[in-house]
């Protein structure tokens, strides 16, 4: 869900009653958003297995807090909504600001279309295990689309109450750096990773204390991931190794009689050979 709540979605839904109120032409804008979103969303095919799947969310989240804390703090400061509305201040300053905030946006819509957007799938398709992969994705497929449809019936909401526009992007501000943190305390970088390395990852103790990750790989009935073996399960294995051991005992033996009648051949030939030449 953290992936809805950067706010991306409330730019992309709500973009042109959010250019309108800053005096910014909304259908220009709005285009803009989506060329550059197109764009920059290729970007991330190339630096995501050079970057790292962590580093890329830890950025994106940074650069996008940053830019709506920004857009939002500009908004507040020099009341250009309330201005648009019948305040005071002149034209030429709402102006200058509010193209202040829509490159603000435009920035907010880069970091997520070249980090969060495509890598949060990248991630949810590599770090549960093959047993439960396919329930777990779709368990969190799911959230993302529940946080959607949060995120679209609250955005209205915002908008048109006291916080409006200012408001509405401090909120956003706080759910990315939530997820900065996040992603931080709980994410190992699985750039490079075999899928059974990345196991080996959440299976540190002192993750496993802090990430949620771990719990959720672990919660699924089906999951062998964090499982403990039973005491029956532990002789079976006790067991099998035995036998591994002795096959491996009796193909050592198998080839060391193979080697000793090899050499005996060929001191019988060397033998007939010499006896050959001394007639």
């Given at each position: 869900?953290?992936?809805?709540?950067?706010?991306?979605?409330?730019?992309?839904?709500?973009s042109?009653?959010?250019?309108?109120?800053?005096?910014?032409?909304?259908?220009?804008?709005?285009?803009?958003?989506?060329?550059?979103?197109?764009?920059?969303?290729?970007?991330?095919?190339?630096?995501?297995?050079?970057?790292?799947?962590?580093?890329?969310?830890?950025?994106?989240?940074?650069?996008?807090?940053?830019?709506?804390?920004?857009?939002?703090?500009?908004?507040?400061?020099?009341?250009?909504?309330?201005?648009?509305?019948?305040?005071?201040?002149?034209?030429?300053?709402?102006?200058?600001?509010?193209?202040?905030?829509?490159?603000?946006?435009?920035?907010?819509?880069?970091?997520?279309?070249?980090?969060?957007?495509?890598?949060?799938?990248?991630?949810?398709?590599?770090i549960?295990?093959?047993?439960?992969?396919?329930?777990?994705?779709?368990?969190?497929?799911?959230?993302?689309?529940?946080?959607?449809?949060?995120?679209?019936?609250?955005?209205?909401?915002?908008?048109?109450?006291?916080?409006?526009?200012?408001?509405t992007?401090?909120?956003?501000?706080?759910?990315?750096?939530?997820?900065?943190l996040?992603?931080?305390?709980?994410?190992?970088?699985?750039?490079?990773?075999?899928?059974?390395?990345?196991?080996?990852?959440?299976?540190?103790?002192?993750?496993?204390?802090?990430?949620?990750?771990?719990?959720?790989?672990?919660?699924?009935?089906?999951?062998?991931?964090?499982?403990?073996?039973?005491?029956?399960?532990?002789?079976?294995?006790?067991?099998?190794?035995?036998?591994n051991?002795?096959?491996?005992?009796?193909?050592?033996?198998?080839?060391?009689?193979?080697?000793?009648?090899?050499?005996?051949?060929?001191?019988?030939?060397?033998?007939?050979?010499?006896a050959?030449?001394?007639?």
């Amino acid at each position: 869900m953290f992936q809805q709540f950067t706010g991306m979605n409330v730019i992309m839904y709500y973009s042109t009653s959010i250019f309108c109120s800053i005096d910014v032409s909304s259908y220009a804008a709005t285009a803009i958003v989506g060329v550059v979103n197109f764009l920059t969303t290729l970007i991330t095919v190339f630096i995501v297995d050079k970057v790292g799947r962590k580093s890329l969310l830890l950025v994106g989240a940074l650069g996008m807090c940053v830019s709506i804390l920004t857009a939002g703090l500009l908004i507040h400061i020099f009341n250009v909504v309330e201005e648009r509305e019948g305040g005071g201040g002149s034209e030429e300053e709402r102006q200058v600001v509010g193209y202040f905030v829509a490159l603000l946006i435009v920035l907010f819509v880069s970091f997520f279309a070249s980090t969060w957007g495509p890598v949060v799938w990248v991630v949810t398709s590599e770090i549960f295990p093959l047993s439960v992969r396919g329930v777990a994705v779709s368990v969190t497929t799911s959230g993302n689309w529940i946080g959607n449809f949060v995120v679209a019936m609250v955005t209205p909401l915002l908008l048109g109450s006291v916080l409006k526009t200012a408001g509405t992007f401090y909120i956003l501000a706080g759910f990315l750096f939530a997820s900065f943190l996040f992603v931080l305390l709980t994410l190992p970088e699985t750039k490079g990773e075999s899928l059974e390395r990345i196991d080996e990852l959440f299976l540190r103790p002192w993750l496993q204390r802090i990430n949620l990750f771990y719990y959720l790989r672990c919660c699924c009935p089906w999951s062998n991931a964090c499982r403990v073996r039973t005491a029956q399960e532990e002789d079976t294995v006790a067991i099998v190794g035995i036998k591994n051991e002795n096959k491996d005992d009796t193909s050592d033996e198998a080839e060391d009689d193979e080697n000793e009648s090899l050499i005996k051949d060929t001191d019988v030939l060397e033998s007939s050979l010499s006896a050959k030449f001394d007639k």
